[in-house]
Structures are given as structure tokens and as C-alpha cells.
């Protein structure tokens, strides 16, 4: 009995160390996959379609928050269905309890607007006005003047990482549930030996 302890406290502590690893690695998607994706779709995928947008880069980013967050966060949940970390289905827990402490200490703007529906505004509507710009001084006067850039921001601090790690985390409940990640290793294999022949 006394040496059953140790063995749990140590997979107890490897869960909390993977949960943690997959939680920056949550953070690191939202901080850096999801603008270079959005700057990608629009400057290279929407012209290559013949619909560019007239959207400025930030406009852009935060009216699409939710798709370049999820999409990229459901991908990398679906890598972690190899290594099958039971942690990793649970990663949205923390950026879920942030965003909610946010809406409950969100000050009510006015008596006539609720803090419920003023929250929600700030965390989660759309509606986004911000120009472009062309250099760091039109950057820095639309930062410090427009109210839709701190929203996007407020939206892009707090927000994305729960629209990234609930992909994450379904992809990963899935992989672990589906044996997906086998289904397509298996399916990548058989493609390639349809292309280039069995493996010596």
C-alpha cells in the first residue's frame, strides 16, 4: 500500500506536466499560428481566389478570430492523438475560467448597457472598424485612439486562447477515442506506397 503512493504522485505530476506543456503550446498557437495564418489567407489566399478582402490586417484578424484560433488548435490537437496525453483533452479549462473571472469583474459601461451585455461586446462581438496602416506612427495613433483595436486585443488575449484550446482539446478527445491518429498514419502510408512503392 505504502508503494502504491509514490507511483501515483508521479503520474499525478506528469499530468500536470503535460497539461502544462499543452497549455503554452495552446498560447504559443494563439500568439503566433493564428496572425501569421490570418495575415497569410488574406494577403496570399484570398487574392490567389480573386477575393481579396478591403478588411485592414487587424480588422481582418479579429473578425475572424474564432477560425484562425480554432482551426490551427483543432490541427495541433490532432498531433497530440500520437503521444495520446489524457491531459491534453482539459486545456481549455484554464482559458475558460480566465475569460469567465474577465465577464464577472467586466465594469458596466452605463446604467443603460448591463455588464452581462457589455462583456459579451467586448470579449466575443464582432463589428470591427480598424483602418490599415502604411507605417509605426499610423499603427501607434490607430492603437492608442481606436476602441476597436483594444476589444481586438482584450478578444485576442483572452478570448482566442478558449477558441484554441477547445479545438485542441476536441482533437485531442477525439484521437483518443477514434484512433484516428492511426487511421491516418495508415492511410499517409498506403498513399505513399501507391506513389512511390513499399518501403525497403
Not at 29 to 46: E, K, M, Q, S
Not at 113 to 130: C, E, K, M, V
Not at 149 to 174: D, E, N
Request: proline share 6%; aromatic share 16%; charged share 15%.
Amino acid at each position: 500500500m505504502a508503494q502504491e503512493r509514490p507511483v501515483r504522485h508521479m503520474g499525478v505530476g506528469w499530468q500536470i506536466f503535460w497539461f502544462l506543456f499543452h497549455l503554452a503550446v495552446v498560447y504559443a498557437i494563439v500568439n503566433v499560428c493564428t496572425p501569421l495564418l490570418a495575415r497569410w489567407t488574406r494577403d496570399t489566399l484570398l487574392p490567389l481566389l480573386q477575393h481579396p478582402s478591403s478588411s485592414g490586417r487587424f480588422e481582418y484578424l479579429y473578425s475572424h478570430l474564432f477560425v484562425f484560433s480554432f482551426i490551427p488548435g483543432f490541427v495541433a490537437g490532432l498531433v497530440n492523438a500520437r503521444f495520446r496525453h489524457k491531459a491534453a483533452q482539459f486545456v481549455w479549462l484554464l482559458p475558460a475560467v480566465i475569460l469567465a473571472y474577465k465577464f464577472a469583474t467586466f465594469p458596466s459601461p452605463s446604467v443603460l448597457q448591463g455588464q452581462l451585455s457589455a462583456a459579451f461586446h467586448q470579449y466575443f462581438g464582432g463589428g470591427f472598424t480598424i483602418p490599415d496602416f502604411r507605417n509605426w506612427h499610423e499603427f501607434l495613433s490607430i492603437a492608442g485612439s481606436n476602441s476597436d483595436m483594444a476589444r481586438g486585443r482584450a478578444q485576442t488575449t483572452f478570448t482566442a486562447p478558449l477558441y484554441a484550446g477547445v479545438g485542441y482539446s476536441l482533437a485531442a478527445w477525439t484521437g483518443l477515442r477514434t484512433e484516428l491518429n492511426r487511421k491516418i498514419a495508415e492511410r499517409v502510408t498506403t498513399w505513399e506506397e501507391s506513389r512511390f512503392g513499399p518501403h525497403s
